[in-house]
């Protein structure tokens, strides 16, 4: 018997489509029909935990990359590594230092070291955490500014989550995604079984759900899609009804422009939970039936 979760991207090409309160509302609907894990991919911004109240359980470090260090009490001030260094790290001096912002960790500097004064270290670039929320575990992580690797930390947040779906038998992860197109993007749809893109219906809404809906394409990710706004621009709503016609896109909603979903988020709360007979909580559950049905969960 295959016990491996279904796993459900949420997607957008840019940010600021409201995919996060999407993604917020369908734990909430989600999780009174089955257990899931949750993942918040989006580390380098990520908000999911401000609309589910998570309770804090877990957090760590992540390590990623490599920086040289010199040693003060063994450089012997003989500039090797400065010639050697093509990134303009190395401040000369006694000793010599290195500037951690452009140092790219090639370890040239370290190899031409005669007395071994430079060492390569792994540094702490961010944080992963562990919470608990209304509607299950949660993953969810923080890189620190100006760091890299933000996709081996989203493979890291998202690991997690599916392992405790495992544990559990949860038959979900629900991953809010990263927007974008970027390596951020790949490794949150990576293994997923659906991604969920949201859009809006602005002069770039078909622009950037066409370079998602390439990306996740590309890594063999089935896709639906969720219109956000719908009723603020009639006109780019039916361009991207027959941009979706042409490609067999399932449209499982079109959400109106509601000035609830904001309130709801204020009082730190899925909209669907906030005001579950507004029209747009009503049109969240029409999709999770859609979702349920295109990820095979609805004998559960």
């Known amino acids: 018997m295959n016990n491996e979760p279904k796993q459900l991207v949420i997607l957008s090409g840019k940010g600021g489509t409201g995919k996060t309160s999407v993604a917020a509302a369908l734990a909430h609907i989600a999780a009174q029909e089955m257990p899931l894990s949750l ?10 935990d401000l609309v589910l109240k998570p309770q804090q359980k ?19 001030a003989c500039g090797q590594c400065y010639e050697g260094c093509r990134f303009d790290a190395i401040q000369p001096g006694d000793p010599y230092t290195i500037d951690p912002g452009a140092c790219e ?6 190899y031409r070291c005669p007395v071994n004064a430079i060492v390569l270290e792994e540094p702490t670039v961010g944080q992963w955490f562990y919470s608990e929320t209304p509607y299950g575990p949660l993953y969810h992580a923080h890189l620190f500014a100006g760091a890299d690797n933000s996709g081996k930390l989203v493979t890291l947040v998202k690991q997690h989550a599916r392992l405790r779906a495992l544990d559990d038998a949860r038959p979900l992860v ?19 079984s659906l991604a969920l893109l949201v859009v809006e219906p602005t002069p770039a809404g078909i622009h950037d759900l066409d370079r998602v809906i ?9 896709a639906i899609l969720i219109i956000n706004k719908a009723d603020l621009s009639p006109t780019r709503v039916s361009e991207i009804e027959a941009y ?3 490609r067999d896109i399932i449209i499982a909603a079109k959400l109106p422009y509601d000035t609830q979903v904001t309130e709801a988020m204020v009082q730190g709360d899925p909209i669907t939970k906030a005001y579950p007979q507004s029209d747009i909580s009503q049109q969240l559950h029409q999709a999770w039936g859609i979702i349920k049905e295109s990820l095979g969960l609805n004998s559960i």
């Open 174 to 192: 629900l991953v809010d995604g990263p927007p974008g197109i970027g390596c951020p993007v790949i490794s949150a749809a990576s293994g997923a």
């Open 58 to 76: 877990e957090v760590h470090e992540f390590r990623s990359g490599l920086l040289a260090r010199i040693d003060p009490d063994t450089c012997i």
């Open 244 to 246: 979706c016609a042409e």
């Open 214 to 222: 390439q990306t996740t394409y590309h890594f063999g990710v089935p």
């Open 39 to 48: 993942a918040d991919a989006d580390v380098d911004a990520s908000n999911l």
């Open 105 to 110: 960790g090639c370890a040239a500097c370290s």
